[in-house]
Each structure stands twice: as structure tokens, then as C-alpha cells.
T-cell receptor, first 116, second 112 residues
């Protein structure tokens, strides 16, 4: 049982390049999330998907787009990467349909992204 | 949304019991208290969740007083491998998973 799988694990981009981060979960969860974590900081929510076919902005959505491809997969796209987007990106999923702040979230191991 | 406050960092020694307290004065009636653990280079991992009184699992115990305005995560006999960041979150069935907020957490450093 893999849980939440993120690819790639590491990536270096140049300013202005685009890239898609991939995330897949095999727990049949309904909700999925993308977070970023900067050094020494907590996690900040970028986008979330409360159910298949829906996506909504989180706390820091600027510069990102997402696609909930199907129930399993939720991708995050940087259209024109900027140095300020250098961070570790985490994908997570939870069982409920977006509601349920008490629903435990299951996280992947992150994508470490550096933008030069 | 209930805000949480927890110590920035704590030190301990192997074999000791560690208690990390989280304050959540504005907790709502339907809110649960959830703790996560994050090791370096990994995503957060769910540890324990509770609503009131005491919850215990194979990893930790969670103590919640009657007024629920605070909670204490207790790690029995810590080892070096318990060095991690611990996050306290508060949310309920109607909060929305997207509204749970991970603050800076508590950095626990276990020494030999």
C-alpha cells in the first residue's frame, strides 16, 4: 500500500520555466491537497480538491494551477516559475468530501523544488 | 477557526516522558484535536486525535481537560528517533479539511 506518491522527488528549474508536480493516492480518498513548506515554517495550503471534479484556492494560490484528473490524481502546475516558489511541496489526501477538519490527512514525502 | 498556540521548541533526553501542550481557547463544540509528527525530509504523519478526556494509542497519549481549551500530547520514554516537529490542529466536521492550519509546530530534540 503506497499511500500518497509524489513525483518527482527533486527538481531544479530556471526562472520562467513551467513544470507539473504529480500526486497520486491509492486509499480511495475523496479530498486532496497541495501544500508548500518553506524552511523552518509550517505548511501553507495552496489548493485543495474537496471531491473529484472540484478544486478551490487555499491560502497561497498565486502562481499555481491544479487539476484533479480523477479520484486518484491531483497535479500542481507552475506556469512560469519564480525564485519565490522555491520550497518543498507536499500533497495530501483525506477520506471525507472536503468537510471534516477532523479528518486525518495522509501526506506524501514531498517534492523539493529549487528555482534559480 | 480555532487558533492554536504551542511551544516553539523543547529538549529532552532519551527515556524521559515528553509532554507538549497546545492552547486552543476558541475551540468550537464540534472541534476535534489532532496531532501530527513530521520528521526531516518527510511529510507530516497523523499521530493521534481526540475530542475529550484521554486517548491512547501505540505511539502517544492525548489528554484533554474538561474545558477543552488546551490539550497535551504525551510521548512515553522518548528515543532519539522521536526528534521531530509536532503539530497541533483543531477542526470539526464542518470546518472543512481545507481550513486546517499547520502552524510552525513544536520542534522536539531528543538527546542521548
Amino acid at each position: 500500500n503506497a499511500g500518497v506518491t509524489q513525483t518527482p522527488k527533486f527538481q531544479v528549474l530556471k526562472t520562467g520555466q513551467s513544470m507539473t508536480l504529480q500526486c497520486a493516492q491509492d486509499m480511495n480518498h475523496n479530498s486532496m491537497y497541495w501544500y508548500r513548506q518553506d524552511p523552518g515554517m509550517g505548511l501553507r495550503l495552496i489548493y485543495y480538491s474537496a471531491s473529484e471534479g472540484t478544486t478551490d484556492k487555499g491560502e497561497v494560490p498565486n502562481g499555481y494551477n491544479v487539476s484533479r484528473l480523477n479520484k486518484r490524481e491531483f497535479s500542481l502546475r507552475l506556469e512560469s516559475a519564480a525564485p519565490s516558489q522555491t520550497s518543498v511541496y507536499f500533497c495530501a489526501s483525506s477520506e471525507g468530501f472536503g468537510t471534516g477538519g477532523n479528518q486525518p490527512q495522509h501526506f506524501g514525502d514531498g517534492t523539493r523544488l529549487s528555482i534559480l | 477557526l480555532a487558533k492554536t498556540t504551542q511551544p516553539i521548541s523543547m529538549d529532552s533526553y532519551e527515556g524521559q516522558e515528553v509532554n507538549i501542550t497546545c492552547s486552543h481557547n476558541n475551540i468550537a463544540t464540534n472541534d476535534y484535536i489532532t496531532w501530527y509528527q513530521q520528521f526531516p525530509s518527510q511529510g507530516p504523519r497523523f499521530i493521534i486525535q481526540g475530542y475529550k478526556t484521554k486517548v491512547t494509542n501505540e505511539v502517544a497519549s492525548l489528554f484533554i481537560p474538561a474545558d477543552r481549551k488546551s490539550s497535551t500530547l504525551s510521548l512515553p520514554r522518548v528515543s532519539l528517533s522521536d526528534t521531530a516537529v509536532y503539530y497541533c490542529l483543531v477542526g470539526g466536521p464542518n470546518t472543512g479539511g481545507f481550513k486546517t492550519i499547520f502552524g510552525a509546530g513544536t520542534r522536539l530534540f531528543v538527546k542521548a
